[in-house]
């Protein structure tokens, strides 16, 4: 059985850059070259101690490590807002990919990424397609977004808390279960992505509806469900729907990766 770690690029090395940037901050618009220079080779150590050590702890047979694709648009189509609040990448790290990428060859493990989606779309088509055939898949990532993929092959771990997010975690964290965390966060918003939710449900009240039934629908039409609160959600249906559509990451994209390209080969030294 082959275990692949897929490995959600920038939400790694963007919190390795950061570490390494913030005694440098604010940065002078006149930053030295060697400054610069300092910066990128702190953090490709940084890089190639983490890879080093996922292997380590995890014993993986095949890696990838995973960027967004530079037009991946769709989303921001659907919802001018999406991401809104995200800080753009840093010049110096964008000027660095290149390098970092060298870095993950080096370690043994190619960087891919498609133009038109972004790295969590091709992760999740990637992980279903291997779990579908009976491979273990570890997908590395401190993002929530992975967790309704968690299933008997698919793990999520977080390298910098080094530990596995479980089905009992989500749970107790959301208080739904994996198959209800979009519906759940189509209706109270996700800060990480700029979904605000809907206006005047939170917590509570997407609890009371999701256990209702399975689907929003299901829940809609339970005798329980709350008069105000149907309204609300009928209100706001087309919205839901949109955010439902944003937060469900895709699982059908066409790749035409095969386990050979992402067998871990060592080219070090």
């Not at 530079?70 to 189509?77: E, F, M, T, Y």
């Not at 970092?100 to 999740?124: C, H, M, R, T």
Request: charged share 20%.
């Amino acid at each position: 059985m082959a275990h692949l770690l897929l490995i959600d690029a920038l939400n790694l090395i963007r919190r390795l850059y950061a570490v390494q940037e913030r005694p440098y901050l604010p940065l002078p618009d006149d930053v030295t070259e060697s400054t610069k220079a300092q910066i990128v080779r702190n953090t490709e150590n940084m890089l190639r101690q983490a890879l080093t050590r996922l292997q380590q702890e995890l014993s993986p047979s095949h890696a990838l490590l995973v960027f967004d694709g530079r037009d991946s648009l769709w989303r921001k189509a659907l919802y001018q807002d999406y991401k809104a609040n995200r800080k753009p990448m840093p010049a110096i790290l964008a000027g660095a990919l290149e390098n970092l990428q060298q870095v993950a060859k080096n370690a043994g493990i190619n960087s891919f990424q498609q133009a038109e989606y972004e790295a969590d779309d091709i992760i999740a088509s990637v992980a279903v397609k291997m779990a579908q055939h009976g491979q273990q898949v570890t997908i590395v990532s401190t993002d929530k977004g992975f967790l309704p993929l968690l299933e008997q092959n698919i793990q999520v771990y977080d390298a910098f808390a080094r530990q596995f997010h479980s089905t009992a975690d989500v749970q107790q964290k959301f208080g739904v279960s994996t198959t209800q965390l979009v519906r759940y966060w189509s209706l109270v918003g996700d800060s990480t992505n700029n979904i605000p939710g809907v206006n005047g449900i939170g917590p509570k009240g997407a609890h009371d509806l999701l256990a209702l039934g399975a689907t929003l629908t299901d829940a809609l039409e339970h005798p329980d469900c709350h008069k105000k609160l149907r309204e609300k959600i009928l209100q706001h249906k087309e919205q839901i729907k949109v955010f439902m559509q944003i937060l469900t990451l895709k699982t059908d994209v066409q790749l035409g990766l095969n386990l050979q390209e992402m067998r871990i080969v060592q080219q070090d030294g």
